[in-house]
Nanobody, 122 residues
Framework: QMVEYGGGLVQAGGSLRLSCAAASGRTFSTYVMGWFRRAPGRERVFVAAISWGGGITSYDDSVKGRFTISRDNAKNTIYLQMNNLEPGDTAVYYC????????????????WGQGTQVTVSS
């Protein structure tokens, strides 16, 4: 359904921008979209979400002020700009689409990407 891009290895303090594009023929322009992450040995947790129009965003406290979620509905793509990265941000990052409400909860999202690895070295 969706494909994430932009993961990689970066030093602490560095930046990365993740992208999530809808698969050919699909559109998510009317859906709430979000990003989650799963650190090694831990559960998948909420990172950020954005309304279908892009005017409303929400972030986990751990990334506020460092990460920015955005979307380009014409390109069926959402982004996660990650600045001032910390080793604790190391995780597989997943994009998600179509929340049924309570978007902090994994079970409330209908569509998922396959994930992209982000590794932050100290």
């Amino acid at each position: 359904q969706m494909v994430e891009y932009g993961g990689g290895l970066v030093q602490a303090g560095g930046s990365l921008r993740l992208s999530c594009a809808a698969a050919s023929g699909r559109t998510f322009s009317t859906y709430v979209m979000g990003w989650f992450r799963r650190a090694p040995g831990r559960e998948r947790v909420f990172v950020a979400a954005i309304s279908w129009g892009g005017g409303i965003t929400s972030y986990d406290d751990s990334v506020k002020g460092r990460f920015t979620i955005s979307r380009d509905n014409a390109k069926n793509t959402i982004y996660l700009q990650m600045n001032n990265l910390e080793p604790g941000d190391t995780a597989v990052y997943y994009c998600a689409a179509d929340s049924a409400g309570g978007f902090n909860y994994v079970a409330n999202w209908r569509y998922w990407g396959q994930g992209t690895q982000v590794t932050v070295s100290s």
